[in-house]
């Protein structure tokens, strides 16, 4: 049987996770989230203190780091960084704040990038982030341009910060939201666009279940 890659991509807050997973789960895929390993990175780089624009320090500590996902039957997934689980250290604000400074410079990416296509390799895989139709597995045979406007991905976030008992208001969420998208899509290296072959889905009016079942359809058709 082929080995088969679907990527998706997408600005943050599109739910590109949430239906990432389940639809790895529902296909028996592993799950890749790029966005975690570059997360992870940034953690390690804030807690040391490095500056985040020496992208020589950056490249090293990249190399030198050993970053593990992994997803249990429950559907968690779970991140280690070194051995420890940073699961929940990598979603605090000052990460979320950072992280595309540090997944801006081309020798982290290239560190990254490496480890993500190994992981494809062997494996069939959902792999969800910003440049994985792009860059990373170029020749994927599904690809996903997940979006939605910023005012429901700003609420989906609210939403779900609230689940963890954090009650930020909206506007500073469409603030973040936006500025992020701007980062991620006006940088140099593999900014966020859609492959010239990618499904572009807008989920402003679409839960997570209707996503899944239009991306798992067109899978199905392919194997
Ligand atoms: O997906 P998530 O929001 O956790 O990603 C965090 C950040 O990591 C993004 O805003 C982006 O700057 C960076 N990223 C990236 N390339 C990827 C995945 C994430 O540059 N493939």
Redesign the pocket.
């Known amino acids: 049987v082929p080995r088969m890659s679907v990527a998706i991509?997408g600005p943050?807050?599109a739910g590109?996770?949430t239906v990432a997973r389940e639809l790895a789960r529902r296909l028996g895929f592993l799950y890749i989230?790029?966005?975690?390993?570059?997360?992870a990175i940034t953690l390690k780089a804030l807690r040391r203190g490095l500056n985040l624009t020496d992208e020589e320090s950056l490249k090293a500590l990249a190399n030198e780091s050993r970053i593990e996902l992994t997803t249990d039957p429950d559907r968690l997934t779970r991140v280690f960084l070194d051995g420890e689980d940073v699961t929940q250290a990598i979603r605090e604000p000052e990460v979320?704040r950072h992280?595309?400074l540090v997944?801006?410079l081309p020798g982290v990416?290239e560190v990254?990038v490496r480890r993500?296509r190994e992981l494809a390799r062997c494996e069939n895989v959902v792999m969800?982030?910003?440049?994985?139709g792009t860059v990373?597995l170029p020749d994927a045979q599904v690809k996903i341009f997940l979006t939605a406007s910023p005012e429901v991905r700003a609420r989906r976030r609210q939403l779900d910060l609230q689940a963890q008992g954090h009650h930020v208001p909206l506007d500073s969420l469409i603030q973040e939201i936006t500025e992020?998208d701007r980062?991620?899509s006006c940088r140099s290296v593999?900014p966020?666009m859609p492959a010239p072959d990618a499904w572009v889905i807008d989920s402003s009016h679409l839960n997570a279940e209707q996503v899944i079942e239009m991306i798992a359809a067109r899978v199905l058709g392919r194997l």
């Open positions: 991509d943050a807050g590109k996770s989230d790029t966005g975690a390993m570059y997360r979320s992280v595309s997944a801006g990416r990254m993500q969800d982030g910003r440049d994985v990373v992020r980062q991620d593999a966020l």
